[in-house]
């Protein structure tokens, strides 16, 4: 079992930067590759950035050269620092681990985080 909790959500202009953290719990989370999605109502949760290994990243287009995914193997976190922040980054900002064991697939999400760009 892996508990995931995010921080660090909230207002901010547009322009501006915010940094989500993710605490993660539980064993053999070097093994685990996490990331952070976001879901506005009405869409899907899509996949904002991920990060196997501590270098290993993937980002959306639409975040790309603007966000940074960052883990601590040390303090078993997540990091995504986030920049020159638009209205349409608006959404509720999840953690995500996951690995493949038998070829299945499992995955944990933390409760989310809201992140609101507005002037």
């Known amino acids: 079992q892996v508990q995931l909790v995010e921080s660090g959500g909230g207002l901010v202009q547009p322009g501006g930067s915010l940094r989500l953290s993710c605490a993660a719990s539980?064993?053999?989370?070097?093994?685990?590759?996490m990331g952070w999605y976001r879901q506005v109502p009405g869409k899907l949760r899509e996949l904002v950035a991920q990060?196997?290994?501590?270098?290993?990243?993937n980002y959306a287009d639409s975040v790309k050269g603007r966000f940074t995914v960052s883990r601590d193997g040390a303090k078993n976190a997540v990091y995504l620092q986030m920049g020159s922040l638009k209205p349409e980054d608006t959404a509720v900002y999840y953690c995500?681990?996951?690995?493949?064991?038998?070829?299945?697939?499992?995955?944990?999400w933390g409760q989310g985080t809201q992140v609101t760009v507005s002037s």
């Open positions: 539980g064993s053999m989370l070097s093994s685990y590759s």
């Open positions: 995500n681990a996951y690995i493949y064991r038998f070829g299945l697939r499992q995955e944990y």
């Open positions: 990060i196997t290994g501590t270098t290993s990243t």
